[in-house]
């Protein structure tokens, strides 16, 4: 279905091998009089349109309503770096009426502080994500920790961006902090995003067909450093708030662009929550210090609370323990129905009226005597 000469086309947007292969055992055929369908990368989505390149151009299009309510139900989504399958109608109009099933997928849940939990896909078909965070007033490891879970979660290669580096006179010393925190496979690289050095350093992740997402809070530079990357100025830039170092949102949607280099780049804005899309025990599973630790408690069933014999308490920092911890419970809460969570509130409050009375009951003694 794909020659020889279409594959280096769209090799360009990202198409691998494997891809290419899954491609002509899953593509439906085209049935009697009917157009054959063209293979096309999602570059950006904006509400009920997409964009979507054949590896030559670019095309504005919807998509079938079947395919759009199929993903819905699976608590799926497309996303900027999905590949479809698109086809003109009579009008000219182009119409994605399939999607390939994503090698990889980031995605996060979001919570309407109720009952609802809702899956939302960030990105899909990505090879590396850069982790993108400012060596001003944004560095936060903790911070660092949950976007680290949440691509280790998709199985996507994780880089750590230390930007801003020129700001810095602690520089050095903040990315040797941040590769003692990572797992040893993961990249620690310092930099200055308005100079001509980000394309040097990341090099080994620019390579022909290779993917990479930004992610970041805002304001750290995720715009400044696609450009830097792509070579151009294919996207608005903005400064920060003097007072907190906080971005301005310059970035309102995902975007992918093509580098010079043959790799593919995807922008995003800066994310407001960050809940993870994954089961307690995946969550767990991150943690590599930890899950390693945790073999060596005295009891199975170890919280890593107060519990006697824990190896992960000596062993690992209080803030990163608090951290993995509070990340448990939120994937905990977000896999419960809303009977459990009503009953865990319930649970809650009376442990809090037992206290309170408790408390009442002790102070009345210390009056009588």
Not at 10 to 31: E, M
Not at 152 to 158: H, N, P, Q
């Amino acid at each position: 279905m794909i020659d020889s000469a279409s594959f280096e086309r769209l090799q360009a947007i990202g198409l691998t091998p494997l891809l290419a292969q899954q491609l002509v055992l899953s593509a439906p055929k085209a049935g009697p009089g009917e157009t054959p369908e063209t293979l096309m990368r999602v570059t950006e989505v904006q509400r009920d349109n997409l964009m979507l390149h054949d590896g030559a151009d670019e095309h504005w299009a919807r998509a079938l309503p079947a395919l759009t309510q199929g993903l819905l139900a699976a608590h799926d989504g497309l996303a900027v770096g999905d590949w479809v399958l698109a086809r003109r109608n009579a009008f000219g109009e182009w119409w994605a009426h399939a999607r390939l099933p994503p090698r990889t997928q980031i995605a996060r849940r979001l919570h309407d502080g109720r009952d609802k939990v809702t899956r939302v896909v960030i990105v899909s078909n990505v090879d590396t994500a850069l982790l993108v965070m400012g060596l001003d007033m944004d560095f936060s490891l903790r911070r660092l920790e949950r976007y680290l879970a949440l691509v280790r979660l998709a199985g996507v290669s994780a880089v750590v961006v230390l930007s801003k580096a020129d700001l810095c006179p602690q520089a050095a010393e903040r990315q040797r902090e941040v590769q003692a925190l990572v797992p040893a496979d993961v990249a620690v690289v310092a930099l200055n995003a308005c100079s001509d050095t980000p394309r040097t350093q990341l090099a080994p992740w620019l390579q022909r067909g290779q993917t990479l997402v930004l992610l970041g809070s805002s304001g750290v530079g995720k715009s400044t450093l696609t450009n830097a990357l792509i070579g151009a100025p294919v996207q608005d830039t903005g400064g920060t708030r003097r007072g907190d170092g906080r971005g301005r949102h310059t970035t309102t949607s995902r975007s992918l662009h093509c580098a010079a280099g043959g790799a593919c780049i995807i922008d995003t804005p800066g994310l407001r929550t960050l809940r993870l899309d994954g089961e307690a025990g995946d969550v767990a599973g991150v943690f590599d210090d930890i899950a390693t630790l945790s073999l060596q408690c005295r009891f199975r069933d170890c919280r890593h609370a107060d519990e006697p014999g824990c190896a992960v308490r000596d062993g690992v920092a209080p803030e990163r323990l608090r951290s993995f911890q509070k990340l448990l419970r939120e994937a905990q809460r977000d896999t419960m129905s809303a009977l459990q969570r009503k009953e865990v509130v319930s649970q809650w409050k009376a442990r809090g009226r037992a206290a309170r009375a408790h408390i009442k009951a002790k102070r009345g003694e210390g009056g009588d005597a």
